[in-house]
C-alpha cells in the first residue's frame, strides 16, 4: 500500500510502501524518485520473546539506515517507538504504524 506521505532522509524525498513480510509482521519499504528500492526501512524478526503487535512495525535504524527511525516520525508515519531489544550488537526499534 502507497502512502501519500513523503519521507526527507538524507537528502532524498522517498514515497512509502507498506505491506507484510511472509511472517506477516508489517514492512516499510521506501523508493526515490525514479520509483527504485531505496531501503527496507523494517525489518521481520521471529522470537518468541520478541511479539509486536499487530500494528507494529519493527525500524533498523543502523548501518546506512542510521536516521531512518526519525525521519519516519516526522513524516507522520510511525509513533515514537514504545519498545527497543538488542539482537547482537544493534538495537531494533517496535513503533506503532499510524493510521492513514
Same mark, same amino acid.
Given at each position: 500500500?502507497?502512502?501519500?506521505?513523503?519521507?526527507?532522509?538524507?537528502?532524498?524525498?522517498?514515497?512509502?510502501?507498506?505491506?507484510?513480510?511472509?511472517?506477516?509482521?508489517?514492512?516499510?519499504?521506501?523508493?526515490d524518485?525514479?520509483?527504485?528500492v531505496?531501503?527496507?526501512?523494517?525489518?521481520?524478526?521471529?522470537?518468541?520473546?520478541?511479539?509486536?503487535?499487530?500494528? /507494529?512495525? @519493527?525500524? #533498523?535504524?543502523?548501518?546506512?539506515?542510521?536516521?531512518?527511525?526519525?525521519a &519516519?516520525i516526522? !513524516? /507522520?508515519? @510511525?509513533? #515514537?517507538?514504545?519498545?527497543?531489544?538488542?539482537?547482537?550488537?544493534?538495537? &531494533?526499534?517496535? !513503533?506503532?504504524?499510524?493510521?492513514?
Amino acid at each position: 500500500m502507497h502512502i501519500d506521505k513523503l519521507v526527507k532522509f538524507k537528502g532524498e524525498s522517498l514515497t512509502v510502501d507498506i505491506g507484510h513480510y511472509t511472517n506477516g509482521q508489517i514492512y516499510i519499504r521506501l523508493y526515490d524518485a525514479n520509483g527504485c528500492v531505496y531501503m527496507m526501512a523494517s525489518t521481520a524478526y521471529d522470537n518468541a520473546m520478541v511479539d509486536p503487535a499487530a500494528d /507494529d512495525v @519493527i525500524i #533498523k535504524n543502523y548501518s546506512e539506515n542510521h536516521g531512518v527511525l526519525d525521519a &519516519l516520525i516526522k !513524516a /507522520d508515519i @510511525i509513533e #515514537k517507538p514504545h519498545a527497543t531489544f538488542p539482537v547482537n550488537q544493534v538495537t &531494533l526499534y517496535i !513503533a506503532k504504524l499510524k493510521q492513514s
